[in-house]
């Protein structure tokens, strides 16, 4: 890989191969800045659901909803700043978190990864508001509901967008 230092990040929703976001890892793997390590699943249960645009989410709260299924890649530095570039983890969007996960296919030892989870400001009332119903994967179904950044209504932002949407009905 083009950089020494280099982070595990577990991916789960539009990141993942066949994805509307996997161009990203793509690139990142032509400029040697990624490498594909494997399918993978989060050790513990977590919660993962769909918020607005089709945007998957997984909530940090252990022990809840499913073992969620994903692709574990090896990020260099440079990679990992384009991955939270994407994420919006300046602005509050997701945050970057320590995740345990495993091969699923070897079913044996985690691995320590890190994965975007719902920024803490909103993902357990996006839990909430989602009824405490998560998925174990964000598969073709639901990719096909996710609305790109760029076809997304401008003036309006995604951090005002998921307030709007977990504090209906509150």
Excluded: C
Excluded at 113 to 127: K, M, S, V
């Amino acid at each position: 890989m083009a950089e020494a230092k280099q982070a595990l990040i577990f991916t789960y929703g539009t990141l993942k191969h066949g994805h509307g976001n996997h161009y990203l890892i793509e690139d990142l793997i032509r400029q040697k800045d990624s490498v594909f390590l494997g399918a993978h699943v989060t050790h513990q249960p977590h919660p993962l659901v769909i918020g607005p645009y089709g945007i998957p989410y997984l909530i940090n709260l252990p022990g809840h909803g499913h073992r969620v299924k994903g692709e574990l890649y090896s990020v260099s530095t440079r990679g990992l700043a384009r991955l939270d570039e994407l994420e919006g983890t300046s602005i509050g969007h997701y945050e970057r978190l320590p995740i345990q996960v495993y091969e699923e296919e070897k079913g044996g030892v985690s691995v320590a990864a890190e994965a975007y989870f719902a920024h803490r400001d909103f993902g357990e009332r996006l839990w909430e508001r989602r009824g405490k119903v998560g998925l174990n994967e964000f598969g073709e179904k639901e990719g096909k509901g996710y609305v790109s950044r760029d076809i997304r209504p401008q003036e309006s932002s995604i951090i005002h967008d998921i307030t709007s949407f977990v504090t209906i009905n509150e």
